[in-house]
T-cell receptor, first 109, second 112 residues
Framework: AQRVTQPEKLLSVFKGAPVELKCNYS??????LFWYVQYSRQRLQLLLR??SRESIKGFTADLNKGETSFHLKKPFAQEEDSAMYYC???????????FGQGTELSVKP | ETGVTQSPTHLIKTRGQQVTLRCSSQ?????VSWYQQALGQGPQFIFQ???????GRGNFPPRFSGLQFPNYSSELNVNALELDDSALYLC???????????FGQGTRLTVV
């Protein structure tokens, strides 16, 4: 069965520190992986998707099929990065998303 | 260009009742997906509609049903409400089935 696991519910770092939000998935085919972000009082929005290989707001994520991981990284965290982050998997090319439980990132000054 | 809008924003219902939630998709989008997000959890896929036809369903019982209209707006209906149905219900629209999903603000349903 398809599943997405985000092992950390809360990640707290200081401004300027590196950040890595972990995401592991299980899927037998070729999934499409995403990271969505939800800032306080805002709607869920796409941060990045692995097929585009973009860097958005300084965040990057590399799909590691061997480790079935799609960790989100940023070298220097900013206070405005504080938000809920959800890793998502899309299967059957249908855009139907399976989400992890989410990780709350708190960046302290 | 207007975004995805959902109504109502909040709703309180009694166990056993029925509820209808509404979603207006973003202009030009023909695909709508619905998700249930329980407190402290990630969104769970309920079903997707593409051009007025159901195009996939998650692990939800038949009392969760939906519709998509010719203007691509959508409804989520839940019959025989249970306490565990209390959650945030999210609607997301996409240009088509395999493109970026744009989410609405959600409807907070409380079943008492």
């Amino acid at each position: 069965a398809q599943r997405v696991t985000q092992p950390e519910k809360l990640l707290s770092v200081f401004k300027g520190a590196p950040v890595e939000l972990k995401c592991n998935y299980s899927y037998s085919g070729s999934p499409e992986l995403f990271w969505y972000v939800q800032y306080s009082r805002q709607r869920l929005q796409l941060l990045l998707r692995h097929i585009s290989r973009e860097s958005i707001k300084g965040f990057t994520a590399d799909l590691n099929k061997g480790e079935t991981s799609f960790h989100l990284k940023k070298p220097f965290a900013q206070e405005e990065d504080s938000a809920m982050y959800y890793c998502g998997l899309s299967y059957n090319q249908g855009g139907k998303l399976i989400f992890g439980q989410g990780t709350e990132l708190s960046v302290k000054p | 260009e207007t975004g995805v809008t959902q109504s109502p924003t909040h709703l309180i219902k009694t166990r056993g009742q029925q509820v209808t939630l509404r979603c207006s998709s973003q202009s030009g989008h023909n695909t709508v997906s619905w998700y249930q997000q329980a407190l402290g959890q990630g969104p769970q896929f309920i079903f997707q509609y593409y051009r007025e036809e159901e195009n996939g369903r998650g692990n939800f019982p038949p009392r969760f049903s939906g519709l998509q209209f010719p203007n691509y707006s959508s409804e989520l209906n839940v019959n025989a409400l249970e306490l565990d149905d209390s959650a945030l219900y999210l609607c997301a629209s996409s240009l088509t089935v395999n493109t970026e999903a744009f989410f609405g603000q959600g409807t907070r349903l409380t079943v008492v």
